[in-house]
Structures are given as structure tokens and as C-alpha cells.
């Protein structure tokens, strides 16, 4: 049966909606501007690596991956 594919996007605004804090107490631990913060979550804007560094780190995010690793083929 195959998962339904959830963008990551959709992920990490699901972090932030549930990771039992408020977005300016967020903005406030990690130095995210509150208004980009705001946009990212209401689906408006997207947001910088930097910020995407900063909200996994303070969340304790890893990206995890359900497929199998191929097997490389030997020979030629």
C-alpha cells in the first residue's frame, strides 16, 4: 500500500502548529522575523534555508525517508 505523499512544506507547518508553543514565542527563541513566520504558516510565502535551518533545530527535526535504498547493479 503506498503513503500518501505529505510536502514538506505541510510537514513543517504541522511542527510549528504543534509543537505546543506560540509562533512569537517561536519567533522570539529562534530570531525569525514574526511576519515571515506568519506568511509561511498561513501558506502565503515560503521560507528562507536559514529559517528552515533554525526551526529544525530548535524542533529537533530530522527528515526521514520511506523508500528503500536501490541496490546498485555490479558489473557492466
Known sequence: ???KYTPLTEQLRHAVLNCGQ????LCKATGIDKTAMSRFI???RGVSMQVLDKLGE????RIV????????????
Open 1 to 3: 500500500m503506498k503513503r
Open 22 to 25: 506560540t509562533q512569537y514565542a
Open 42 to 44: 498561513n501558506g502565503e
Open 58 to 61: 530548535y524542533l529537533g527535526l
Open 65 to 76: 525517508t520511506d523508500k528503500p535504498k536501490s541496490k546498485a547493479k555490479k558489473g557492466g
